[in-house]
């Protein structure tokens, strides 16, 4: 499995070695956490949307999304890959993935609200190929299976601040991930909440094969180092 890690906050300077080697659990948890709060916020953008066609709003910015695809350009993904959206939201980044030519796209969201939401978006757009799926990636049982690409932007991020089980979620989104992606899969994620480092650390976790840990470590230097100073944090703003 190989990675694409993008990260512009954690506990110091994010270019801190310092900060770096602090530990995974030194902020405390939010509403941002909770599913509760993602149903409203789907709620509110599903009910602007049928009103105004606003899909609401854009999490890290466009330039985000221009981003990651202009990895996976560099990356050779083939349009024809399996490509999960973990934590779909208002389905965006679906929308650009299947405009950039990728025609394999799931994505999935445990909101019931970010569904519906995410269908009427895909149906406005005339992308009905796309599938979406109401899940909690956490308990997905082996559902997902044999993806190329796992895409997060801002997922991991929410599930870190989950004021119940915080450490256990972590952890099962670790072992989920895994289940998920092929073997030599590509794993690209975006977060404010993590530094380079803490990221790498949580996600060798669960892994035995020493080729995913350095395949990891080169493709994250790679790509880390290009997004450096690029995100907000939105998470800090709200």
């Not at 939010?30 to 789907?42: H, I, N, P, Q």
């Not at 890290?60 to 399996?82: C, H, P, Q, T, Y």
């Not at 299976?145 to 991020?157: E, P, R």
């Amino acid at each position: 499995m190989e990675d694409a890690t993008d990260s512009t906050h954690g506990c110091g300077n994010p270019s801190d070695p310092e900060g770096d080697r602090c530990s995974d659990s030194d902020f405390g948890p939010s509403v941002l956490g909770t599913k509760d709060y993602w149903e409203d916020a789907y709620q509110k953008e599903l009910e602007t949307f049928k009103d105004i066609g606003d899909v609401g709003e854009i999490w890290f910015g466009e330039e985000s999304m221009s981003r990651v695809l202009r990895w996976m350009d560099k990356a050779k993904i083939s349009e024809n890959a399996a490509i999960l959206d973990i934590g779909t939201g208002n389905g965006a980044f679906l929308v650009e993935l299947a405009k950039h030519g990728y025609r394999n796209l799931t994505g999935i969201d445990y909101s019931a609200a970010s569904i519906e939401l995410v269908r009427n978006v895909l149906q406005a757009e005339d992308l009905t190929e796309v599938t979406v799926k109401e899940m909690d990636f956490l308990n997905c049982q082996g559902e997902l299976k044999d993806f190329d690409v796992c895409i997060d932007k801002g997922t991991y991020d929410a599930i870190s601040l989950n004021p119940h089980d915080t450490e256990k979620g972590k952890k099962l989104y670790v072992q989920a991930l895994k289940d998920a992606l092929k073997d030599k899969g590509f794993f690209a994620i975006t977060s404010c909440n993590w530094t380079k480092e803490q990221l790498l650390d949580r996600f060798r976790e669960g892994e035995s094969k020493h080729s995913y840990v350095k395949s990891l470590i080169s493709y994250s230097d790679l790509i880390y180092d290009m997004f450096f100073n690029i995100l907000k944090c939105m998470f800090a703003m709200l």
